[in-house]
C-alpha cells in the first residue's frame, strides 16, 4: 500500500518491459544497494508482446559495458494487482502513464512520470531506444544512470508524498 513515509517499494513500468525499465531497475537497484536503500525494486510493461522474454540484447550489452547485469530479467505485463502490491509505479512516458492511471481507478499506490519523479527536468520522456541505433541504447544508460542519482537522493532525503 502507498504510504505516507517514503517508498520501500517501486515499480518501473515501460511498455514493452525489454528495454527502459529493465535498466533502471537494475540500475536503481545497483545504487540504492550502494546508498544502503532498504527498498524493493521490479519491472514491467504495459503491452504484452514480449512476456516471459530476457532484456532486447542490445540494451543487455549497452547495460553490460556500464557494469549492469540483465542477464536474467524476463518480462512480465503490468496487472491491477501491481497498484496494491508497490508504493510507487513509475512510468517511463506519458503513453504508459496515461495506460497506467486508467488501470489503476484511482485506488492504490500513486503513478508519476520517472524522470520527473527523480527531478530530472529534461527530457520529460525517457526516449524509447528500441527502433534506434547503438547510440540510443548508450544514452538511455547514461540518462537512467543521472536518474537513479535523483531518485537515490530523493530517497535518502525522506518523502513528501
Ligand atoms: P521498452 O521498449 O518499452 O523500453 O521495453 C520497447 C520494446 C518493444 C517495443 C517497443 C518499445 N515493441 O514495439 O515491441
Redesign the pocket.
Do not use: E, K, Q
Given at each position: 500500500m502507498a504510504s505516507a513515509d517514503r517508498p520501500t517499494s517501486i515499480l518501473f513500468v515501460?511498455?514493452?518491459?525489454?528495454?527502459?525499465?529493465?535498466?533502471v531497475e537494475a540500475v536503481a537497484r545497483q545504487h540504492c544497494a550502494a546508498a544502503g536503500l532498504d527498498v524493493a525494486l521490479a519491472s514491467c510493461?504495459t503491452?504484452h508482446?514480449?512476456v516471459g522474454k530476457g532484456?532486447?540484447a542490445r540494451?543487455v550489452k549497452a547495460a553490460a559495458a556500464a557494469g549492469y547485469d540483465l542477464s536474467s530479467h524476463r518480462?512480465r505485463q503490468v496487472h491491477a494487482g501491481d497498484f496494491d502490491r508497490f508504493d510507487q509505479v513509475l512510468a517511463?512516458d506519458e503513453d504508459?502513464l496515461d495506460a497506467l492511471l486508467t488501470m489503476r481507478r484511482g485506488r492504490g499506490a500513486p503513478v508519476e512520470l520517472f524522470l520527473s519523479w527523480a527531478g530530472v527536468d529534461a527530457p520529460h520522456a525517457?526516449p524509447?531506444?528500441?527502433?534506434g541505433d547503438a547510440d540510443g541504447f548508450r544514452r538511455?544508460v547514461a540518462l537512467a544512470e543521472r536518474a537513479v542519482e535523483g531518485l537515490v537522493a530523493r530517497l535518502r532525503g525522506g518523502w513528501n508524498g
Open positions: 515501460c511498455l514493452g518491459n525489454i528495454c527502459r525499465s529493465p535498466l510493461g503491452g508482446w514480449h532484456a532486447d540494451m518480462a517511463m504508459n525517457f524509447d531506444p528500441y527502433h538511455s
